[in-house]
């Protein structure tokens, strides 16, 4: 939240070149090691040069703020630059935690930084909540008088009889109830089909459907749909962009002609003013999965040779960069796709043995095919950031970067983002359905390694200018951002008529469940201990026992999920004992019962998205120490070999083989399974089921009773799958199962058994398997066991169902216990989904709510049923 507003000056600018207009945004960046004032703060237009300094008392007050992170300071320019000084308006904003807010508006208080803004804001905020209260108070007196129902600001009744939702009761089941009866006792839900937020600025369906088309390349053996020639045309078209024509008001890329100035161009976002800025060549292809962004990729690289365009300084070869479990897929699909008599020259560059590449030697390949990480290995194997390189993948200026999985970049600080974006290309092309998965902030990775012009290459002109309007409902931000994914994002949804899939409807609904009184009893007692960890995680966030509270709370919020799915799997209290001896004596003997423990702690750390503390990137091969600290192996190993001590802690690390523990091993599949007989005997020997399991068999009996009928069941935890499975047998349901510890072979043949066993009409899967690649369209049915933060990934594991080849109607249920965090989970997961929705000016329900900043804290809360 902002915290205060301050106009000052800019000081020095005689000494520096950089120039900024009125109304510019511009960056305020710490500068520790200027050897005249380690407290100077400098100022820098969005080109990335330095206008001058903040005045030398000023930066004495304002640094350590910025050094602790506990303000964001954000500046605009709102007067000429004159020969000595430039007006300049400064903006605090600062956490939203109350306990946290007080503490650092005393110190502000105390430093005499203004912050009389906050409070004005504070009051008015509260004086709006009243009238709101007040004015929904008279709403519905004046309903019950009039026997109506409130109607709320979209129109929609809050009364689900004249809704779009079909209502209903779980409690209880009669005795073998239809598939019908299940759908009637659900609530219709639809996560991906939300109403138009600004109708303005968004790319209307018709537009999209109107779009012009390319030929197909005559290279090409494959008939192409007409929204995929629309995509091509689209990609050829944004890899030649041109600036808006003398007196056009068209944007391109967030620029637009100035309206005093014939020759310069003005950008929207951050108000920066140049003549001929450099536009970008490329963008993202975000269709829905399905749609065949592959293809339509080969198109453009076939298409783009037949027309000769040939850049002076690239070379003709395109790199396209993907996870290697779809490496082969890319060679596979160009095979298939493109007629042999203009095959293109594929190289695999990945692995210990990858082939050298010069400049000299590209000439001889169309294509090369590599990893992420290879080319992150590539990158910091020199410590020179000095280009080109003599050889390598940073030896050559390629003719365009594909990143498939593109949102694999989204945390900009990772080792694999950086590397990625110092790649030289021509063009550079983002693949993913999901650009945007937890915050804006994935968007500005993708933002940054397509290169666009004005400033938004720069975090945080980016979050001054984009992610914060947005976050605060600001009208601008939201045009802005529309404008931006507008100019340099296509993306298409099956659902869309143009599309002419002809994809049965997909229907999708939360079936909530009542848990059983014991069941109830051990929920009540997970949810209180966790409200005492975060009232204690409140206290001590930022302090020394912050991170080990929050791995505290993380393991109770933990086994409430898993209690909601079934008692078994949420065990004794499993970290109390190692929790106390950290805190005791910082690190714990690694015996048997400790090492397990660990483990757990890591899962944890795993499940909930952390990232490494040493790359910043998502865990790859991830360890965690003695002092319970988390790294990726790499990184530990090298510090570890290097310091003998642990980064976080300076704990005594003497080696990494005595000091650090793996994550649990995955059972892996048994070579003889269980025969259905002996699961049966299994299931006999455990009665005890659970509200959700028995809920689960209700929706896989009243399907079995249509023999075509085909259900996935997915689930985040194989234990979970392991109490499933003598149940199934018990009541004569034929399964087969699909998990992240079967080899290629086992994994085939449970595909197979899907497909071609008529008999076979259960598959239950780990949703750890929902990688690129995977076709499940023999199954009609989906059931969703459990939800957790990121709906992207529960998207992905339906869209395994609902995609081309589907021929049959698919329903999804997702089981949801009442009352729980399983509920509170779909709020925030609508939160998600509406920012990706803002994005793309897609259809939501509603006014958007403000996302907060401490958003880790609030929804910790939210969970719990505090907010």
């Known amino acids: 939240m902002m915290y205060g507003v301050m106009h000052g000056k800019i000081v020095g600018v005689r000494y520096y070149n950089g120039y900024a207009t009125v109304g510019e945004m511009v960056v305020v960046r710490r500068e520790p090691q200027n050897q005249y004032d380690r407290n100077a703060i400098q100022i820098l237009n969005v080109q990335d040069t330095q206008i001058g300094h903040l005045p030398k008392q000023l930066a004495a007050k304002l640094a350590k703020y910025m050094d602790n992170r506990s303000l964001l300071v954000e500046a605009t ?313 003599k050889s390598g993948v940073y030896s050559i200026t390629w003719r365009r970067i594909i990143l498939d999985e593109g949102h694999s970049i989204r945390n900009p600080k990772a080792k694999r983002s950086i590397a990625v974006s110092n790649l030289m290309a021509q063009s550079r092309w983002a693949l993913t359905g999901t650009p945007i998965i937890n915050n804006l902030k994935d968007l500005y990775s993708l933002v940054r390694f397509l290169r666009l012009s004005g400033g938004l290459d720069s975090l945080e002109i980016f979050h001054g200018a984009i992610m914060r309007p947005v976050m605060q409902g600001n009208a601008h931000g939201n045009r802005a951002l529309q404008l931006l994914m507008g100019g340099i994002c296509l993306r298409r949804k099956k659902e869309m008529s143009f599309i002419d899939l002809r994809l049965p409807e997909l229907t999708e609904y939360v079936h909530k469940i009542k848990l059983h009184a014991h069941e109830q009893e051990k929920y009540d007692a997970l949810e209180s201990q966790a409200k005492g960890t975060l009232d204690i995680y409140r206290k001590n966030i930022g302090g020394k026992k912050g991170a080990d509270t929050y791995r505290h709370l993380l393991e109770v919020l933990l086994r409430m999920r898993q209690v909601c799915n079934h008692w078994q799997l949420v065990g004794e209290e499993r970290l109390d004992s190692i929790m106390k001896q950290l805190e005791a004596e910082g690190i714990v003997d690694l015996t048997e019962e400790n090492k397990e423990a660990l483990q757990k702690m890591l899962q944890l750390l795993i499940d909930s998205q952390e990232d490494c503390p040493i790359c910043l990137d998502t865990f790859k091969d991830p360890v965690i120490t003695k002092c319970a600290h988390s790294f990726c192996t790499g990184c530990i190993d090298r510090v570890i070999d290097t310091q003998k001590k642990c980064p976080m802690c300076r704990a005594e690390l003497e080696s990494f083989a005595t000091t650090t523990v793996k994550p649990a091993q995955e059972k892996s599949a048994k070579a003889e399974p269980l025969t259905q007989e002996q699961l049966k005997d299994q299931a006999s020997l455990e009665q005890e089921t659970s509200s959700k399991v028995e809920a689960l068999l209700e929706i896989l009996k009243a399907a079995a009773k ?99 080849g589907q021929k049959r109607e698919t329903t999804v249920f997702r089981l949801i216990v009442e009352d729980s965090v399983e509920e509170r989970v779909l709020g925030i997961q609508e939160e998600k989904r509406k920012l990706m929705s803002l994005a793309f000016a897609e259809k939501d329900g509603g006014k958007r709510k403000k996302k907060r900043a401490g958003a880790g804290m609030q929804e910790f809360a939210r969970l719990l049923g505090e907010l």
Request: proline content about 6%; glycine content about 6%.
């Open 706 to 804: 249509d023999p075509s009928n085909k259900t996935i069941v997915f689930s985040q935890w194989t234990s979970f799958l392991d109490l499933l499975q003598p149940q199934l047998a018990l009541n004569g349901l034929k399964f087969t199962r699909i998990d992240g510890s079967m080899s290629a072979t086992q994994r085939d043949a449970a595909l197979e058994a899907l497909d071609d066993d008529d008999s076979t009409t259960v598959m239950l899967a780990s949703l750890a398997v929902c990688s690129v690649g995977l076709n499940l369209v023999a199954a009609n049915r989906v059931i969703m066991a459990d939800s957790w933060w990121a709906p992207a990934i529960e998207d992905q594991a339906v869209d395994r169902v609902h995609r081309l």
């Open 77 to 389: 320019i709102t007067g000429a630059k004159g020969q000595f000084d430039c007006p300049i308006e400064l903006k605090f904003y600062g956490t939203n935690e109350p306990v946290e807010r007080e503490n650092l508006l005393s110190q502000m208080r105390a430093d005499k930084i203004p912050v009389g803004h906050a409070a004005d804001r504070k009051r008015k905020e509260a004086a709006a909540a009243k009238e709101r209260e007040k004015l929904a108070k008279e709403a519905a007196k004046w309903a019950k008088k009039n026997g109506g129902a409130v109607v709320g600001d979209s129109g929609q009744s809050y009364e689900n009889g004249m809704s779009d939702y079909m209502a209903g009761s779980s409690a209880g089941f009669g005795p073998g109830p239809t598939l019908e009866d299940i759908v009637g006792g659900s609530e219709r839900y639809n996560p991906r089909n939300v109403e138009q937020v600004v109708e303005e600025f968004g790319v209307k369906e018709e537009d999209l459907a109107s779009m012009p088309k390319a030929s197909r390349p005559k290279a090409l053996l494959t008939e192409l749909h007409p929204f995929q020639l629309q995509g091509l045309q689209w990609m050829l078209d944004k890899e030649s962009p041109q600036l808006p024509a003398q007196g056009s008001k068209d944007v391109v890329q967030l620029w637009q002609r100035h309206p005093s100035m014939p020759n310069a161009y003005t950008n929207l976002a951050t108000n920066f003013s140049m003549k001929d800025p450099a536009l970008a060549s490329g963008g993202i292809l975000a269709d829905d999965m399905g749609l065949g962004k592959t293809i339509q990729t080969i198109s453009l690289i076939v298409a783009d040779r037949e027309l000769g365009r040939k850049a002076p300084d690239a070379c003709d070869a395109t790199l396209i960069l993907a996870p290697v479990s779809v490496m082969s897929n890319w060679s596979t699909q160009i095979k298939k796709h493109i007629k042999p008599e203009h095959a293109l020259r594929v190289m695999f560059w990945h692995g210990t043995r990858k082939q050298p590449i010069t400049p000299q030697q590209i000439g001889n390949y169309d294509v090369v095919i590599s990893t992420y990480d290879s080319v992150s290995s590539e990158w910091y194997s020199q410590k020179s950031i000095h280009l080109p390189r």
